[in-house]
């Protein structure tokens, strides 16, 4: 299994990316896909997943209302869309897999890719 996480950059403050992570080695639909991101010094932390047919996701409180998470079954690809982004959200983002239900936990994912780095300078 590989996940393969891109764009991340440097954005201002009030500004947009959008992550995307592609999957590869599994059987996509079956998987909640989530992203987590880890601040230097910090431990990693729940930002948002998505369930395997996309109907349920969840965000952790501090990104509601300004991520979205997206899942494209047909592609495998799970996007995070990030709207007026804050320094506070500056992290290595990861997208992660696992075939349990949707959860916040770190300990329940079983696959990870490689992070990929958001900066939002203020």
């Known amino acids: 299994v590989q996940l393969q996480a891109s764009g991340g950059g440097l954005v201002q403050t009030g500004g947009s990316l959008t992550l995307s992570c592609a999957a590869s080695?599994?059987?996509?639909?079956?998987?909640?896909m989530a992203w987590f991101r880890q601040a230097p010094g910090k431990e990693r932390e729940f930002v948002a997943a998505?369930?395997?047919?996309?109907?349920?996701?969840r965000y952790t409180f501090s990104v509601k209302g300004r991520f979205t998470i997206s899942r494209d079954n047909a592609q495998s690809t799970v996007d995070l869309q990030m709207n007026s982004l804050k320094p506070e959200d500056t992290a290595v983002y990861y997208c992660?897999?696992?075939?349990?239900?949707?959860?916040?936990?770190?300990?329940?994912?079983?696959?990870w890719g490689q992070g990929t780095l958001v900066t939002v300078s203020s």
């Open positions: 080695g599994l059987t996509f639909s079956n998987y909640t």
């Open positions: 992660a897999a696992n075939r349990r239900k949707l959860t916040t936990y770190v300990q329940s994912y079983d696959y």
């Open positions: 998505i369930s395997g047919s996309g109907i349920s996701s």
